[in-house]
């Protein structure tokens, strides 16, 4: 499993650009490099540029500007059924008047293969998603999540190198998206294939891929590993659009190495580290994930930061307990606890004291 872009890369775009009416650009100045065999998610709200990026490594969009190279070799004049590229889409995109196993066989005639041969991988794809009984049905016969499956194999059964998945689990429910979830990524890396995945639901693009790229307002915001994304957010677009996060306001006051200390706009004196800050009397907004904070004062690290809080709902999960806090003026501060038997249950309008450590909290762009 590829997880470096330091390794040869297999998937580039150079400085690509993409405007639909000549002055607004959709992607700006994007450069991207992925290895062979890496699964790379692109993440994003609605109108950031994932999908049009998707859409021009396909060729079904051409870029304004810059260049686009497939193991080495430009592909931006070269039209999309030529570049060997397999794609899985929301909507499936099954020819609902052929059979499953005709649906399959139509890339492999497409490329010319003979009818052994053509069976042969469709058996083989077929089984792949555990649909190896289903070859005679037509698409209308199967349920969204068979009918997806299909898709999936039809877009593996020329043995590609490079998939394109565009929010493919997006119509299925729940606990379907998830086993479907566990399956793509487990075939991707069984079959050793590199995968472009566009998603906007967060929770799919930590557990799915090597790397995610946060698209925001056509450009990618950071780049990283899903764990160093949650834990490391390099900027307040990244911390608050991946997973849940407490964000308190105020003004740098010192800078010290890997240290700052912060005063919040409710007089609050706190330290951080200095992750998006560069100044002293500099806006920022301090981020804290809501696991990293602790009420029980026992659990509490001698070198913890605390501050006062009150407590606004408390809502029993099952696993956890989320507790949400009124804090240093925020009345949004969420907590999240283990549900352990020596985890104290609290009661709205109770005064309590939160803390956590300096190195948990970042100091990020106002």
Not at 290 to 300: C, D
Request: one cysteine or more; glycine letters at 8%.
């Amino acid at each position: 499993m590829a997880t470096s872009a330091d390794a040869a890369a297999f998937v580039e775009f150079e400085r690509v650009q993409k405007s639909y009416d000549g002055e607004t650009l959709v992607v700006k100045d994007l450069n991207l490099s992925m290895p062979k065999g890496e699964f790379l998610t692109m993440l994003g709200p609605s109108g950031s540029g994932k999908t049009t990026c998707l859409m021009m490594l396909a060729g079904f969009e051409t870029a304004t500007h810059g260049d686009i190279r497939l193991d080495g070799q430009p592909i931006n004049n070269i039209p999309p059924h030529k570049r060997g590229i397999g794609m899985v889409f929301q909507n499936y995109a099954l020819f609902p008047h052929m059979t499953v196993a005709e649906n399959l066989s139509f890339p492999l005639e497409v490329r010319k293969m003979g009818k052994s041969e053509r069976e042969e991988k469709i058996t083989r794809a077929l089984d792949m998603v555990q649909m190896g009984a289903f070859g005679g049905r037509r698409p209308s016969q199967l349920s969204g999540g068979q009918q997806q499956r299909i898709a999936l194999a039809r877009a593996l059964v020329f043995e590609p190198e490079l998939v394109l998945m565009d929010e493919p689990l997006g119509a299925l429910d729940k606990q379907l998206r998830e086993t479907l979830q566990f399956e793509i990524t487990r075939l991707a890396h069984d079959l050793g294939i590199t995968v472009v995945y566009v998603t906007h639901d967060q929770t799919e693009a930590l557990t799915m891929s090597d790397r995610v790229a946060v698209f925001e307002a056509g450009r990618i915001q950071q780049l990283a590993p899903p764990d160093e994304l949650y834990e490391k957010p390099e900027n307040s677009f990244v911390a608050q659009f991946i997973g849940e996060n407490n964000t308190l306001e105020g003004v740098v006051q010192d800078i010290r190495g890997d240290v700052c200390t912060v005063k919040l706009d409710s007089g609050d004196i706190i330290d951080a580290k200095p992750v998006n800050v560069h100044t002293v009397g500099e806006r920022t907004k301090v981020s804290i994930r809501p696991e990293r904070v602790e009420y029980n004062r026992e659990r509490l690290s001698a070198d913890a930061h605390t501050l006062k809080a009150e407590v606004l709902e408390f809502i029993y999960m099952g696993d956890i307990f989320r507790t949400r806090l009124r804090v240093a003026g925020n009345d949004d501060f969420v907590v999240k606890t283990r549900n352990a038997p020596d985890q104290r249950r609290l009661q709205p309008g109770e005064q309590i004291e939160i803390g956590w450590l300096a190195e948990d909290c970042r100091a990020l762009d106002a």
